[in-house]
């Protein structure tokens, strides 16, 4: 296929994404703002506006899409699916803190425009809701979900900390992106399938839909970041099958990001098909062809 005719199909896939979202975001945004007007009264109400703008909720989407392709209409996921997003907020307010990252969504980073005492407080304030949705669960397996996925997150953090001044592996690199990344997306995921009723086969089938998904979703991410500006050949080193020193090169990366995503609707044959089970498969597919 001639490059003219991938790039074509690359525009399609994503035109074709942003259209079938479009309805689930629509609501997802008024269920976020309807829990942000709860806490109108707080100083942080304004902050908590910003740090939220714009962002593709593509974990939101993926807890409302599991839990209506276990047969449960979205609206029944509005709480968790803003508490998703909001664990995701609150790790990009700590990155971008820790990473000196100064933009963000085309706008100042959050710690740029209120300051890193705000922010931290801010992240916090946020963390505070996500404990408040998680109690108006009567099951315990939301807040157990919840706290997973962010013990997780903290670790693979660390782990990427800890990994930068030196040569790293193709596993550690891969456990750093399962838990920084993937372990929001399998907890997104399972919310789903937990709240839509879903069995046990159907609910681990949804989460490993969900830790390949954002293990594709990370690397494709970096390979973004690559093309860029060579972040990994600036900055790290890689070796795979046991080859001490080899580096990752793009085209390993891609390769690899196809593999994760092959996982991740594979994971999805025990699905019951459906017109959800369909866009969780193209979801998939953009994950690793979208150019943002």
């Known amino acids: 296929m001639k490059r003219g005719d991938v790039l074509l199909n690359r525009e399609k896939l994503i035109k074709k994404f942003e259209i079938r979202s479009k309805s689930y975001i629509i609501k997802f945004d008024k269920a976020m703002i309807k829990v942000f007007d709860d806490h109108l009264w707080s ?3 304004e902050p908590l506006l910003y740090a939220t703008y714009g962002g593709k909720r593509i974990r939101p989407l993926i807890l409302m899409l599991s839990a209506e392709a276990v047969g449960v209409p979205s609206t029944k996921t509005d709480l968790a699916s803003v508490a998703v997003e909001l664990l995701h907020t609150e790790s990009i307010i700590h ?12 706008r100042d980073s ?58 790293v592996p193709w596993v550690e690199y891969l456990a750093v992106i399962s838990e920084k990344t993937a372990a929001l997306f399998q907890t997104s995921s399972k919310l ?15 989460a490993g839909f969900g830790v390949n998904l954002g293990i594709a979703y990370q690397i494709h991410d970096d390979i973004l970041d690559w093309e860029m500006d060579r972040k990994f050949s600036n900055e790290m080193k890689f070796s795979n099958n046991n080859e001490e020193n ?15 995503s092959e996982n991740a609707k594979n994971s999805l044959d025990v699905i019951k098909e459906s017109e959800q089970k369909e866009f969780l498969r193209d979801l998939a597919d953009f994950t690793i062809r979208r150019d943002y």
């Open 95 to 106: 990155d971008d803190i820790i990473d000196e990252q100064i933009k963000r969504r085309d």
């Open 192 to 206: 789903g399938a937990i709240i839509g009723g879903g069995n046990e086969e159907e609910i681990d089938a949804l």
């Open 246 to 260: 080899q580096h990752v090169t793009l085209t390993k990366l891609k390769e690899m990001a196809n593999v994760y």
């Open 43 to 45: 100083s942080f109400h």
């Open 110 to 167: 959050f710690h740029k425009r209120y300051g890193n005492n705000t922010s931290i407080l801010t992240a916090d304030f946020v963390f505070g809701i996500i404990l408040e949705i998680a109690s108006r669960y009567n099951d315990s397996r939301v807040a157990k979900e919840l706290s997973s996925a962010s013990i997780k997150m903290c670790e693979g953090e660390q782990r990427e900390l800890n990994m930068n001044v030196r040569k």
